[in-house]
């Protein structure tokens, strides 16, 4: 039943009861904090949206590829500029539509700062061969040609952009007209900042349709739980703030740090589902207390009553909720040690809206329960409806002391060692893939089909090789050792060429050609095996290889504040040193799980169908993927554990009995923990229906970490193992245990 009516509230009653004494106040501040987000990172009223500072590219680190590729593109000009590309395949490159096609260009363009280069006009060596400069611009058919178009800044500064902009439209006109006269040919404009705007305008998009899939869905969930709109519409209310406060904050954060479109997706899911999951907590807790104050006191004051109400649930569930979020902002804390910037700034963005969701939860939605409190404990109108509303009323939020979780339980409780061991075993079967486990890095190999530069990457990858970037490229000081190295690497068994070595700024590349798939590995035989003299790897694969290991460097670290923080904190909550120690144990289960999952769906190509993708361009796990479920699938786990060691250690204070207080405890949980997981999947999973490979990959991966944790872990491992060890539960060694007297955290 609920809490301990007598007694002075905490300090989080305190505050929720002065909101809910004074609702519309905390509404005020909450309508001028999310509209100055909104105004902010949405409606540009600095100048730009969010959107429009965002940056995208494949992640990398301070390594042997990073300084290899610095070598290649350092000049002995200071001056900077961009490139924007033409491509034309499919043609007769004797054909007058497409030998005018410079000259045109030089006609409409020159100026003393733009470059343009064509290839058609440079003549070719006395034996007929193209000039090694420029031989990368044709197709290896001999049906294509590139024509490069390069705007350079005045002294250090950046291009012109404006000028820049007119060369992509120049461009841009070019191709319809060739398009219409050479109506099989494939003509596409490019640049890297034609390429990041639209992985930009992907994300916007993958953004709106995960919330457009998820929300409604949440709501429905939501409405079976609670049976009124008005109940559930509360969680809602605080998870939509949170979001858009979330929006603001990344902006503010854009200002300070690069923010890679990744980090928005990232950060609203988990926003998303941390706001909901929150909200669900303190609304179920608020009806189950305020509907035990008017049962217990039928002729007291209803407000004094519905005050108490507010103050018990922020002394309980948002207690709860704090330590939850104090477990992901210590999982997200993780990230910051990591060298990458795009990492550390997911970090970074976890911790704010973990702080933006803790501030819904404990202020906006006690503010929301006095305004609508007396509403929330009558029945909801959907229970009113024919066959619908009886299921409603039977599923209902406030659960009896006796139901499916308690039964189930006490049957686990008959033979806790070996469900212990079958779960165990279960989780360590869908780990298995993982011993099969590739990196890759999809932001490059998976660009989504919706992007409209993926005909031309992928065109300039297939007919024009050795302009693309290389998955592998050798980089030397001088030709000489370029063409020993080259005569090496070109024995090993998986190399399929290699090329002429090219001088590139301060260097020579040569490009090493390979199976998409074995890339990586033929990075490590290369670097195995290095020449006496100065020479190094670099290529998508190499940065790759450089960037994971950048994270493995790092990870020890990271795991070390996540497991420490989280002992403490379980410690300073329970007073047991088992206790945390299983908690970690049991996620790390259930994310070996969820990796084998990935491997089994993404890497095997299992989930093609289904996730809409091409299986011949996922070679592998993205790398980011793995460390970001790492770190929010570890939080997201603790959320649970917390909802249900909260309500264990409530029956264990007030006595009962152990193997009792874990049946209780998982029934008075369990329907909370089934309804926020079901919540938190269909967040992920609406995420996971977009076309960014990295999002639809981490969408997986979170949703099937929750499933497990939500179900195999919480409702069969957790309480199996609880009760066979259940005479050292709650131990600790006494010099611990002096220092829970002492600090521990308690509610009230």
């Not at 590139?146 to 500064?157: E, H, Q």
């Not at 953004?207 to 899939?213: A, K, M, P, T």
């Not at 379980?570 to 007073?575: A, E, P």
Request: hydrophobic share 50%; aromatic share 6%; proline share 5%.
């Amino acid at each position: 039943m609920g809490a301990q009516e007598s007694g002075e509230p905490g300090v989080l009653g305190r505050i929720a009861a002065s909101l809910g004494r004074r609702p519309w106040l905390g509404l005020v501040v909450w309508a001028v904090l999310v509209g100055g987000a909104a105004a902010a990172a949405l409606g540009g009223i600095t100048g730009e949206t969010l959107f429009e500072r965002l940056v995208s590219g494949a992640p990398t680190a301070t390594s042997e590829s990073s300084r290899a590729d610095d070598k290649l593109t350092s000049t002995a000009s200071s001056a900077k500029s961009q490139t924007v590309t033409l491509l034309v395949h499919g043609v007769d490159l004797t054909d007058p539509a497409v030998t005018a096609i410079g000259p045109d260009l030089v006609s409409s363009l020159g100026s003393d700062t733009v470059t343009i280069v064509d290839p058609l006009s440079i003549p070719t060596a006395p034996d007929g061969s193209r000039l090694p400069a420029v031989a990368p611009l044709f197709a290896e058919d001999g049906r294509g040609v590139l024509f490069t178009v390069k705007v350079s800044g005045v002294g250090d500064a950046d291009p012109d952009a404006a000028e820049v902009d007119h060369v992509v439209s120049v461009l841009k006109d070019t191709r319809d007209i060739l398009r219409t006269d050479l109506p099989d040919a494939t003509v596409e404009v490019g640049s890297t900042q034609l390429l990041v705007d639209s992985i930009v305008a992907v994300s916007e998009n993958d953004l709106q349709r995960g919330e457009g899939v998820a929300l409604p869905i949440a709501l429905l969930v939501m409405l079976v739980v609670f049976g009124g709109f008005i109940a559930a519409g509360v969680p809602l209310i605080g998870a939509i703030a949170a979001i858009i406060g979330a929006l603001g904050a990344l902006f503010g954060i854009s200002h300070l740090m690069d923010i890679d479109t990744t980090v928005i997706n990232v950060i609203t899911a988990v926003g998303l589902g941390l706001s909901i999951d929150y909200g669900l907590l303190m609304v179920s807790r608020f009806r189950e207390e305020y509907r035990s104050a008017l049962a217990g006191h039928p002729g007291a004051d209803r407000r004094t009553l519905k005050l108490g109400a507010i103050a018990r649930t922020a002394d309980t569930a948002g207690r709860t909720v704090l330590y939850s979020g104090t477990t992901f902002a210590i999982a997200s804390l993780g990230l910051l040690v990591f060298e990458p910037r795009l990492v550390r700034a997911i970090g970074v963005g976890a911790l704010s809206v973990t702080a933006i969701a803790l501030a819904s939860a404990l202020t906006l939605v006690p503010a929301l329960l006095g305004i609508a409190g007396d509403r929330l404990v009558r029945p909801g109108a959907l229970t009113r409806l024919p066959l619908v509303g009886r299921a409603i009323t039977r599923f209902g939020d406030v659960a009896p002391d006796e139901g499916v979780f308690s039964r189930l339980t006490r049957r686990v409780q008959r033979h806790p060692a070996l469900i212990t061991v079958l779960c165990a075993l279960a989780l360590l079967a869908l780990a298995s893939p993982v011993l099969s486990l590739r990196l890759a890095n999809t932001s490059t190999d998976a660009l989504p089909a919706s992007s409209v530069q993926k005909v031309f990457v992928t065109t300039l990858t297939t007919e024009f090789p050795d302009a693309a970037s290389p998955r592998i490229a050798l980089v030397t000081d001088t030709e000489a050792d370029a063409t020993t190295w080259a005569s090496q690497v070109e024995s090993l068994p998986r190399v399929t060429s290699v090329g002429t070595p090219t001088e590139l700024g301060e260097g020579w590349r040569t490009i090493v050609r390979v199976d998409p798939v074995d890339g990586i590995d033929v990075v490590r035989e290369i670097r195995a095996d290095r020449p006496d003299f100065p020479a190094s790897v670099t290529g998508t694969d190499a940065r790759t290889l450089d960037f994971s290991q950048s994270l493995l460097d790092r990870a020890p670290w990271a795991i070390l504040i996540v497991a420490l923080g989280t002992i403490l904190l379980l410690f300073l909550m329970t007073g047991s040193l088992i206790v945390p120690l299983k908690a970690l144990v049991a996620s790390t289960l259930s994310l070996g799980a969820s990796f084998g999952v990935l491997v089994w769906g993404f890497q095997w190509g299992n989930f093609a169908g289904l996730m809409g993708f091409d299986p011949t361009e996922v070679h592998g796990v993205d790398v980011l993927v793995l460390v970001l479920t790492l770190a929010f699938g570890f939080g997201l786990a603790m959320d649970y554990e917390m909802f249900i060691l909260s309500r264990i250690k409530e029956l264990v204070d007030a006595g009962v009995e152990g193997r009792e207080a874990i049946a209780l405890g998982l029934q008075r949980s369990g329907r909370i923990i089934s309804s926020a997981g079901l919540i938190i999947v269909v967040v992920f999973a609406g995420f996971a229906t977009g076309d960014l490979m990295v999002i639809k990959q981490l969408g997986v991966a979170l949703a099937v970490a929750v499933v497990l944790d939500a179900t195999l872990v919480r409702m069969l491992l957790v309480p199996a193992f609880m009760t066979w060890q259940e005479r050292i539960m709650w131990w600790a060694p006494r010099w611990m245990k002096r220092i829970h007297s002492r600090f521990g955290l308690r509610e009230g």
